[in-house]
């Protein structure tokens, strides 16, 4: 059996799988009040920000036991995150909400290498592809919608004391602060600012607001919504932001249908006002909409900035770097800019330095290495991660073959407003010098916006507005 570390040996030997099990079986002995042991661990996919762990639990009085540990990552613990995060699922749970139900929670960065909470197994799907396509979710599909709706509701309903330490900040201003952190200002978060200061909603009593109430944090079996996860944002603000944040539109996951890729917008708000005895103003839920696909750009940049300072190394976090443009590009179709059909477009001339293999081609056969080999012999996280680096080399290969011609129109389209970069470009619509409703200037973003996406994920720009 791996010996338990102590002092500050924990955080750094938590990573290791054998040691946290050892940590968790110590733990759970504590919380059982008898010996338990372990079986089974593995480290869920997906969770850019904490690590999601799936087990069993094995006592004498209790049996078999099938638990879920979310942790924040060794060494960068958020001790008033994650109490929050308990405190509030708890609150959730008497409101009616449908949640995943405690088993233990710490602050205690000692115990398992950082705060973490521990939850029961609830049976269920939560990866939105499936979902959204397989014929055994048909019938919860059909009225998802207006069940999301209700959930809502009820999350609203939520006492904002019960929940301590829930903090608040204007949107506007928190945006353009977390924008301007990052320094690398980008012309469509600009306009998109604009936009929202110009159409700003009237203001309506705060509550409890989930922050990711989206399709992929819900566990939904084919009867129906089972559970919902990941309450790490949760904060007091206007309601109607869970609202829009459902609709945005990465959260379809290519479907046509804009509730989470459910149902329609009038369905989410029927069932909303079915529990809430009143119907928010669309208006106001499409201004949230916008704001929300705007803050995932900066948050997608964000957290590649955390692989890129060093913060937390990772194939995953770099590669949401490169989705920022998907997130620009929904923002522009919102604010009505759609993206010309993409031309033919011929590879940038080569060179015959180097000879072949071209170094697009060593990228391509490193790319179909990882999917025909490392992927067909890995499982979890491990293929998981396989694929995203996979996909990272296509955006690569495409960068090699289109960048310099892309690069050379860039210039082009800047130099008319006598800009050398994007990041001259969006200072001086923040400091309107250019008109951000300029339909030259629209028309300049969005051919940059089309090409960053035509690299990183050509076929996002086919998936229904």
């Known amino acids: 059996m791996t010996a338990v570390p102590a002092g500050g040996e924990c955080e750094a030997d938590a990573r290791d799988p054998a040691v946290l099990s050892a940590l968790l079986a110590a733990r759970l002995t504590v919380v059982f009040g008898e010996p338990a042991e372990l079986r089974d661990l593995r480290r869920l996919t997906g969770g850019a920000s904490r690590e999601t762990w799936a087990f069993t639990a094995l006592s004498r009085a209790g ?102 330490g829930l903090t608040a900040a204007d949107p506007l201003e928190d945006l353009r602060e977390s924008c301007d952190a990052l320094g690398e200002p980008l012309p469509a978060i600009e306009i998109a600012l604009r936009w929202l200061a110009r159409h700003r909603p009237d203001e309506v009593p705060e509550t409890v607001v989930h922050g990711d109430f989206r399709t992929g944090n819900l566990i939904i079996d084919p009867g129906g919504l089972r559970a919902v996860l990941d309450w790490e944002l949760v904060h007091r603000g206007d309601p109607r932001e869970d609202l829009g944040w459902l609709c945005v539109k990465c959260w ?53 900035e955390r692989h890129l300072s060093g913060q937390t190394p990772s194939v995953e976090l770099a590669a949401i770097g490169r989705r920022v443009c998907e997130q620009e590009h929904d923002l522009l179709l919102a604010l009505g800019l759609p993206a010309e059909p ?29 999917r025909e080999d490392v992927m067909a012999a890995a499982e979890g996280r491990l293929n998981f991660l396989a694929r995203v680096a996979a996909n990272v080399l296509d955006g690569v290969e495409r960068e090699l073959l289109f960048g310099p011609e892309q690069e050379r129109r860039h210039r082009e389209r800047l130099a008319v407003f006598a800009q050398e970069d994007q990041a001259g470009l969006a200072a001086a619509i ?31 720009l086919s998936d229904p507005a």
């Open 63 to 164: 049996g078999s036991r099938r638990l879920v540990l979310r942790r924040d990552p060794p060494g960068a613990g958020r001790q008033e995150g994650m109490a929050r995060e308990a405190a509030v699922i708890a609150a959730a749970g008497h409101a009616g909400v449908a949640v995943p139900r405690l088993v233990d929670a710490s602050t205690d960065g000692a115990i398992l290498g950082a705060p973490y909470l521990i939850s029961e197994h609830v049976d269920g799907e939560t990866i939105a592809r499936r979902l959204l396509r397989e014929p055994r979710y048909a019938s919860a599909r059909a009225g998802m919608a207006a069940e999301l709706g209700r959930t809502l509701a009820r999350i609203h309903r939520i006492p904002v004391g019960a929940v301590p």
């Open 252 to 304: 379809r996951f290519g479907s046509p249908l804009p509730a989470g890729g459910f149902g329609t917008v009038e369905q989410l708000l029927d069932g909303y006002a079915e529990v809430a005895g009143y119907r928010p103003d669309p208006e106001a839920v499409r201004w949230w909409q916008i704001y929300g696909t705007a803050r995932w750009a900066v948050g997608c940049r964000g957290m590649a």
């Open 342 to 370: 993409a031309a033919a477009r011929p590879p940038a001339p080569g060179s015959d330095l180097h000879g072949h293999p071209t170094a697009a081609e060593l990228v391509a056969a490193v790319s179909m290495f990882l």
């Open 430 to 460: 923040r400091a309107g010098v250019l008109d951000a409703e300029d339909p030259a200037l629209l028309a300049t973003v969005r051919a940059a916006v089309t090409d960053r996406l035509a690299v990183a994920n050509p076929r996002y």
